[in-house]
């Protein structure tokens, strides 16, 4: 996979190159704030985008900006921001830009380098990728919310893995049952928030953002 890095740390983005370029990846450009991303995309774009969601020079959301920005002129650019920390505000944004493509990991993420990997093939390959401590929190927020409180307890444990975009077999394998139970449970979600007539894979993105109050 070709990918461009955008980090301030120094340490961390080269530690970043030194992982990548290790398993096999090819890294076209790396960059230490969200100006030098976006030229550097615009000029030769990347199969996918690891971004800070804090760069210079105000350290506020400028990685994020970028994140959105390439979302909407590249399209087929992955985009995996990360964070330090649980930022609702900016996770609910990004997943609600554009859920194909695109994830939110926490740093802390990055040293468990298999969950890292895994996240970055998943939004190269078109799929989401989202902390599940970023989903635990923004559920906490949103829980009371109808009509989540007609969800069965597997039906959210199910729709928490779906926000962290994982497949149904993936699904499957993390509960320990069979792909058909995740399938009935998909639909069982669908028809209880309504949307049981949408098709395509909309049903699970809408699903997802009314789980998490968007």
């Not at 976006?38 to 990685?63: I, K, S």
């Not at 401590?133 to 989540?148: K, N």
Request: hydrophobic letters at 45%; zero cysteines; a negative charge.
């Amino acid at each position: 996979m070709r990918v461009m890095l955008a980090e301030d740390s120094i340490l961390l983005r080269e530690g970043l190159i030194r992982l990548l370029v290790e398993e096999g990846h090819q890294v076209t450009a790396a960059v230490g704030d969200a100006a030098l991303l976006l030229a550097a995309v615009e000029a030769d774009p990347p199969d996918a985008v690891v971004a800070d969601v804090r760069m210079p020079p105000t350290h506020t959301d400028e990685g994020l900006r970028a994140a959105l920005e390439i979302r909407r002129r590249w399209p087929a650019v992955g985009v995996l921001v990360l964070s330090q920390y649980v930022e609702k505000r900016y996770a609910v944004e990004l997943l609600t830009s554009q859920s194909a493509g695109v994830g939110y990991l926490l740093k802390d993420r990055v040293a468990q380098v298999g969950e890292f990997l895994d996240a970055l093939a998943r939004v190269g390959d078109g799929g989401a990728a989202f902390d599940p401590e970023v989903v635990r929190q923004l559920l906490a927020r949103t829980s009371h919310t109808d009509p989540l409180s007609r969800l069965t307890a597997r039906e959210r444990a199910v729709l928490d893995h779906m926000a962290q975009g994982h497949t149904n077999a993936t699904i499957a394998a993390h509960l320990h049952v069979s792909q058909s139970a995740v399938e009935k449970h998909v639909n069982a979600i669908f028809d209880k928030l309504d949307l049981a007539h949408v098709t395509g894979y909309s049903r699970r993105v809408l699903a997802v953002l009314r789980y998490l109050g968007g």
